[in-house]
């Protein structure tokens, strides 16, 4: 049996009256992600963590802030993407776990459908994505909420 493990990180900048989506869902806040895309940081850094166990580079080798295609583009259409190449490589995802990390707004009422939104576009059991949120208690750029951080780790496996 072939076991992958990946990492992955993505930072984004925070600014006033910008649209802030977190793995999917659109949550209130007076604050949202600087990006050439929706600012998912959370899904684009479950990207980088599939993309990394398979040594494929990361997000921006695949979908550059460069190109026209993916601006303001609904990262969900980026993960499934990625899933889909992880597919056709002859693997499977075993489970997902990602943490967000920023100041506010409080994102625990938001984690369920976090998990069932990512759970969609991945094609695994709810139970087997995990999605945790941290303040990081007013120090660095998340606690000055200048910008937000997502980790991911993925276990994939090839039978």
């Known amino acids: 049996m072939d076991i992958r493990v990946g990492h992955g990180f993505d930072v984004h900048a925070l600014a006033d009256g910008l649209r802030l989506v977190l793995c999917g869902v659109e949550i209130e806040h007076t604050k ?24 494929l580079g990361d997000i921006g080798k695949l979908f550059p ?14 993960l499934k993407h990625v899933v889909d190449t992880v597919n056709a490589k002859g693997y499977s995802i075993s489970n997902i776990d990602c943490t967000i990390a920023m100041q506010r707004p409080k994102l625990r009422p938001h984690i369920d459908t976090m998990r069932e939104r990512l759970a969609e576009v991945v094609g695994i059991d709810v139970d087997r994505i995990s ?4 303040t990081t ?16 780790v993925t276990l994939l496996i090839k039978a």
């Open 32 to 55: 949202g992600c600087v990006a050439h895309s929706d600012g998912d940081v959370a899904i684009h850094a479950i990207c980088d963590s599939l993309l990394g166990a398979l040594a």
């Open 65 to 78: 802030d460069t190109d026209p295609q993916y601006k303001g583009i609904d990262s969900r259409k980026l």
């Open 137 to 152: 208690e007013r120090l660095g750029f998340e606690g000055r909420e200048e910008g937000v951080s997502a980790t991911a």
């Open 131 to 134: 999605v945790k949120a941290t």
